[in-house]
Every structure is written in C-alpha cells, then in structure tokens.
C-alpha cells in the first residue's frame, strides 16, 4: 500500500506537448508524449491528492481519479494553469510548452503558388507559465516544480534554470537518444531551490514521479 501524504492536498499537473496553429491543419509542435506528467498524475493520486491533469495533445486514456483538462496551444494551456492553480498545493509544469507561436494565424490552409516562393513564418513569444506562476504563488507555500532538458553542463546549466525560472525544484533530464521523448523510462537530475540534489536513475517514469511527489510531500508539511 502506498502512503496517502498528499491527501487532503490538490495537485495540478501539466503534461504533453502545445501544438502553435498555422493554419487549420498545421502546427508547430513537439516531441513530448505527456508520459511523465500522467506517471505524476497517477501516482498523485494513489497517493491520495486532488488532481488535476491539464493534458496538451497526448491521446493518452485519461488516468482514473484525476480531473483532465484537455488543452491545444500555450495560451490555452496558460489558462487552465492559472485557473487550477488557484487553490493549488504545488503545481508540476511536465508539458512542453512552445516558447514561441505563430505570430499570424492564417483562416484558410496556406496553399503553394506555382513560381512563388513561400512567405517566411514570424513567431511571436509564449509567456512563460512556469515563472508565472512562481513569481504569483496563487496560494502562500504553493510548491513549484519545473522540468527542463539539457544537453550538457546540465547542474550548472539546470541551476541558472532553477533561478531564472523561481521555481523550487527542477527536474533536470539529460537528452539523449533513447532518453525522455516518448520512452517508458527516463533518468534525472532534481535540483531544489532550498540547494538539495537528488539524483534518480535510469528507470520507470513512476519511479521519477514518485520521488518528485517525496520531495513535494516533505517541503509541503
Ligand atoms: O525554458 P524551458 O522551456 O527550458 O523550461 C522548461 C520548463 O518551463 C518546463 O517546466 C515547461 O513546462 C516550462 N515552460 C513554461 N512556459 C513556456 C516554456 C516552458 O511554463 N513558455
């Protein structure tokens, strides 16, 4: 049997990937599969928390207990960050969030003119939801946790992360192949802004998200 050190407690989870909009059948989007932020979703609440799983394009099940909350771009995913967090005890951000969007979105498919070259695409920022919602803190002691991918240098590189973004843990992934995007297993590097380091290795996502909610659980009583 599982502890149940996060009941009482309502956790929002962010997972997949935003999808940028061209037109009405293209996007600029990612690789992430949502597979980390459902293990957390999951294990959550086995663990007996509220949740809510803001999920951006995974076509995965929804896990059973957790409330899903499904959501296309970075601004939509924004939203119902925001609006979650509201009465949050911690706030995992597992999505990958497109840093930059289309700045134009055009109603009708972009179509290819014979001996015309194509227009460029100007992207515009995304907000940053992560160190949004760190520097708000909808509620005093909310836990913010990130999650980041490097491909080197990654304890001085997720560090000046950790800062920049004011969250209080960060989960470190170093990128590879056969690593991270869509695999059943992942290792990482959790970096706390309190100065702890935790290292979990190569294994289930459940492991990874179990130790997150370990170190959730003990900064949260
Ligand atoms: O800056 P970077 O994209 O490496 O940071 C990754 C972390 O920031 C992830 O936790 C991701 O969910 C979050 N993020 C965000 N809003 C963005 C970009 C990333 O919340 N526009």
């Not at 100007?122 to 760190?134: K, T, Y």
């Not at 998200?209 to 659980?217: E, H, I, K, Q």
Request: net charge negative.
């Amino acid at each position: 049997a599982v502890e149940p050190d996060l009941a009482g407690r309502h956790v929002v989870v962010s997972a997949g990937g935003t999808r940028e909009p061209l037109d009405p059948v293209r996007f600029l989007g990612n690789r992430s599969s949502g597979k980390q932020g459902y293990a957390l979703a999951r294990t959550a609440v086995a663990r007996g928390a509220r949740v809510t799983l803001v999920a951006a394009n995974t076509g995965l099940p929804d896990p059973a207990g957790a409330d899903v909350v499904p959501v296309g771009t970075a601004v939509q995913l924004r939203e119902a960050v925001l609006k979650a967090a509201a009465d949050a005890d911690a706030v995992v951000m597992a999505a990958a969030v497109a840093d930059f969007r289309p700045g134009r979105y055009a109603e009708g498919k972009i179509k290819k003119r014979e001996g015309e070259e194509p227009a460029p695409v100007e992207l515009v920022r995304n907000p940053d939801i992560l160190a949004e919602i760190s520097a708000e803190r909808a509620r005093p002691g909310q836990l913010v946790v990130g999650f980041a991918a490097e491909t080197d240098d990654v304890v001085a590189n997720g560090r000046a992360k950790l800062a920049r973004k004011g969250c209080d843990l960060l989960v470190v992934n170093e990128v590879g192949e056969r690593k991270t995007f869509g695999a059943e297993e992942n290792e990482a590097l959790i970096l706390a802004a309190d100065g702890a380091e935790t290292s979990v290795p190569y294994g289930p996502k459940e492991a990874l998200a179990d130790t997150v909610w370990d170190l959730v659980a003990a900064r949260l009583s």
